[in-house]
């Protein structure tokens, strides 16, 4: 997950590496205070991609029935927090469910 962090930072704030030249492997201050802070914000265990997606659809479930998901899953949470890719699919499965409910006048059983 590390490595992926830092691939992120370089390429949010870095300009564009012409054709067949290195990316330059330093990290601009900016991009090194983003990385500590994603390190801060690390437990001791922590959930991957592949345990997060195995529980995302009842976090997601449990958020659209108004529920407080954060504090049943913090492992989730903190996984969410911490990786776009996965929050990013939380995301859209949340508003899927929003919009069923909406569409169907029925809350999420």
Request: hydrophobic share 30%.
């Given at each position: 997950m590390l490595k992926r962090m830092i691939r992120k930072l370089r390429k949010q704030n870095s300009?564009?590496?012409?054709?067949?030249a290195l990316p330059d492997p330093t990290l601009t201050p900016t991009q090194f205070?983003?990385?500590i802070l994603h390190v801060a914000r690390t437990?001791?265990?922590e959930l991957n991609c592949s345990s997060?997606?195995?529980?995302i659809d009842e976090y997601a479930e449990m958020a659209a029935q108004g529920r407080?998901?954060?504090n049943i899953m913090p492992?989730?949470?903190q996984?969410?927090?911490m990786c776009p890719d996965?929050?990013?699919e939380y995301q859209t499965l949340l508003h899927i469910l929003r919009t069923f409910e909406l569409e169907n006048g029925d809350e999420l059983a």
């Open positions: 300009p564009p590496t012409p054709a067949g205070r983003e990385l437990h001791e265990v997060t997606f195995e529980l407080n998901a954060a492992q989730v949470n996984h969410l927090e996965c929050r990013e």
